[in-house]
């Protein structure tokens, strides 16, 4: 492990996925993240085996990521919500190809060019595959400088494990933000597992083929049927979630990210006010972590959901809580990020007007 | 215990390097703490600013919106954040460049002029640290050690004439605080 150093959170996820074994990252600049690629060119061009492209533009860097991850390499490509936009086609053939790739998404207020504050609002084009077809991403949630870092190591395995992209969704702030973090020791590149499936050159074998181009609709079915038990595995294993003071919660706030922080300064303030407040706070968006959250809805008198986007993981909120408890709504969209105090008010005055299960 | 500060100024008075230097030291004091830069389309135009929050727990927010203490270097920072200062909070002026007062009377004032100050030891660029010093007496936010520390290991790499001189300029703030109080 590295010592705890003081580091923003676009350079620690560019430290982390160097030492993750990361050797290609491609991409086009965009705020609130350009001090990611700032790191990797930097760190890439004192590293013979590694390489680092600005491309023209955000697809042609996704298309680049195919390109490298056909080859085996761990891969990366980020940007921040317009430009994840653009990307949605290669991920989509990513997803197609069963190629492992890392996407990072520092996400700013929108829709359209919208602005470059802290906001959530890409969780529908994140969790629900984003581009066209019948597929999933994996999306991790980081809260916390540290959880950048390892994060960061995760998202690089589960990428190779389950060859299929992966996403980290983070905000403006995640990334602009400076935390005392500590590094896991780098992976040794040449000790990964074989990739069998990787593009090497056909030389003393047969040849290998990775597409995304089934024209008789039985064998795409077959790809899609595939997938589909991939992402049931993919669910049953890696479901992950901090739950935080829901012992004797009867109010459980729902948030990620940048909003479960302020959303934990809420439960604070409040439970000093007598309101059992807790926080339920996924740290994988998809697959969502439905199970933990649905067994204590039912001992619960209301449900908040936080979100700095007008409501999106809501609708994962209360596919889970399936009415066992009340599920409301509490949101800033638009890159404002509001304060503890003010979702504590909120909290309160739930917890004044909830109508209390009887024991 | 959980205190917020702002750092705020002109590009090039070394603004970020005042919250840098602190959180560095919270964090080798084993607090915890965050440190926000401004970004993007808010720094355009010159100004400055970063939010630094040092605690004994778990910190929810890395914005400050009534922080405990706000440094101001210059005129336009001082009207910007005046309002946001908790009550009974402090406010930090750089006298040299502000010759007016906040307009209203919640809140406590220190005043020092350390572009002078700096200028005096022959160190014009390290009038953050100054002030620096200053808040740190002023506040105790971290130890003197720590911030001393975190200065050798902030500019670690640069002439070692350089970190002495923004170490005595942190300590000429400190002693500045202590005998203007």
């Known amino acids: 492990?590295?010592?705890?150093?003081?580091?923003?959170?676009?350079?620690?996820?560019?430290?982390?996925?160097?030492?993750?074994?990361?050797?290609?990252?491609?991409?086009?600049?965009?705020?609130?993240?350009?001090?990611?690629?700032?790191?990797?060119?930097?760190?890439?061009?004192?590293?013979?085996?590694?390489?680092f492209v600005q491309a023209e533009s955000e697809l042609a860097s996704i298309n680049m990521v195919i390109g490298a991850s056909c080859t085996g390499a761990r891969v990366m490509t980020s940007s921040s919500s317009p430009g994840v936009s653009l990307k949605q086609e290669g991920i989509s053939y990513l997803a197609a190809m069963e190629l492992p790739a890392v996407i990072v998404n520092m996400m700013r207020g929108g829709p359209g060019l919208g602005n470059i504050a802290p906001a959530q609002s890409d969780y529908f084009q994140a969790t629900r595959g984003g581009g066209h077809g019948d597929y999933r991403v994996?999306?991790?949630?980081?809260?916390?400088?540290?959880?950048?870092?390892?994060?960061?190591?995760?998202?690089?395995?589960?990428?190779?494990?389950?060859?299929?992209?992966?996403?980290?969704?983070?905000?403006?702030?995640?990334?602009?933000?400076?935390?005392?973090?500590?590094?896991?020791?780098?992976?040794?590149?040449?000790?990964?597992?074989?990739?069998?499936?990787?593009?090497?050159?056909?030389?003393?074998?047969?040849?290998?083929?990775?597409r995304s181009l089934w024209l008789d609709p039985p064998k795409e079915e077959e790809l899609n049927w595939r997938l589909v038990r991939k992402y049931e595995v993919i669910t049953e294993d890696i479901t992950d979630q901090?739950?935080?003071?829901?012992?004797?919660?009867?109010?459980?706030?729902?948030?990620?990210?940048?909003?479960?922080?302020?959303?934990?300064?809420?439960?604070?303030?409040?439970?000093?006010?007598?309101?059992?407040?807790?926080l339920y706070r996924p740290k994988t968006l998809w697959p969502f972590p439905s199970h933990e959250l649905a067994a204590m809805s039912k001992d619960l008198h209301h449900?908040?959901?936080f979100e700095m986007s007008a409501g999106q993981m809501v609708e994962d909120v209360r596919l889970s809580v399936e009415g066992r408890c009340p599920v409301s709504f509490y949101g800033r969209p638009g890159g404002v990020?509001?304060?503890?105090?003010?979702?504590?008010?909120?909290?309160?005055?739930?917890?004044?007007?909830?109508?209390?299960?009887s024991a | 215990m959980s205190l917020k500060i702002i750092f705020s100024g002109f590009g090039g008075q070394g603004v970020l390097?005042?919250?840098?230097?602190?959180?560095?030291?919270?964090?080798?004091?084993?607090?915890?703490v965050t440190f926000l830069p401004s970004y993007g389309a808010e720094v355009r135009g010159g100004t400055a600013n970063c939010t630094v929050v040092v605690?004994?727990?778990?910190?929810?927010?890395?914005?400050?919106?009534?922080?405990?203490?706000?440094?101001?270097?210059?005129?336009?920072?001082m009207i910007k954040y005046q309002n946001m200062v908790k009550s009974g909070g402090v406010m930090f002026l750089n006298s040299d460049l502000i010759s007016e007062e906040p307009s209203r009377g919640d809140i406590?004032?220190?005043?020092?002029?350390?572009?002078?100050?700096?200028?005096?030891?022959?160190?014009?660029?390290?009038?953050?640290?100054?002030?620096l010093g200053i808040v740190a007496a002023k506040t105790g936010m971290v130890s003197r050690e720590a911030l001393l520390l975190a200065i050798e290991k902030v500019l670690q790499g640069k002439k070692k004439s350089l970190i002495e001189m923004n170490q005595k300029a942190l300590e000429a703030g400190m002693n500045f605080a202590t005998e203007n109080n």
């Not at chain 1, 074994?21 to 930097?42: D, H, V």
């Not at chain 1, 948030?255 to 439970?271: E, F, L, Q, S």
């Not at chain 2, 406590?108 to 002030?131: C, E, K, Q, W, Y």
Request: negative net charge.
């Open chain 1, 1 to 51: 492990m590295s010592a705890k150093t003081l580091m923003r959170g676009t350079h620690v996820l560019g430290e982390a996925a160097i030492r993750s074994g990361c050797r290609a990252y491609f991409g086009y600049p965009i705020t609130p993240q350009n001090e990611l690629p700032e790191y990797m060119s930097s760190a890439f061009a004192k590293m013979p085996d590694a390489v």
């Open chain 1, 138 to 210: 994996i999306v991790l949630a980081p809260a916390y400088g540290q959880e950048i870092a390892d994060m960061t190591r995760q998202a690089f395995d589960l990428a190779d494990k389950y060859r299929t992209p992966v996403m980290i969704l983070g905000d403006g702030m995640m990334g602009q933000m400076m935390e005392p973090v500590i590094f896991p020791d780098p992976v040794d590149v040449n000790a990964l597992p074989a990739k069998d499936w990787a593009l090497t050159g056909a030389k003393d074998r047969p040849s290998r083929i990775i």
């Open chain 1, 242 to 278: 901090e739950i935080y003071l829901c012992d004797d919660a009867e109010i459980v706030i729902v948030a990620y990210g940048t909003a479960a922080r302020i959303a934990k300064g809420a439960v604070h303030r409040v439970r000093s006010q007598g309101v059992k407040a807790g």
């Open chain 1, 303 to 305: 449900i908040l959901v």
């Open chain 1, 337 to 357: 990020v509001s304060t503890p105090e003010e979702i504590a008010g909120v909290l309160n005055s739930l917890g004044a007007n909830v109508v209390k299960k």
């Open chain 2, 17 to 32: 390097m005042m919250g840098y230097v602190l959180a560095f030291a919270g964090m080798n004091e084993d607090k915890h």
């Open chain 2, 55 to 77: 605690s004994d727990e778990e910190i929810a927010s890395p914005i400050a919106s009534a922080p405990e203490f706000v440094v101001a270097m210059n005129y336009p920072s």
């Open chain 2, 108 to 131: 406590n004032l220190f005043r020092a002029p350390v572009n002078t100050l700096a200028h005096d030891m022959g160190a014009d660029r390290s009038l953050n640290m100054v002030m």
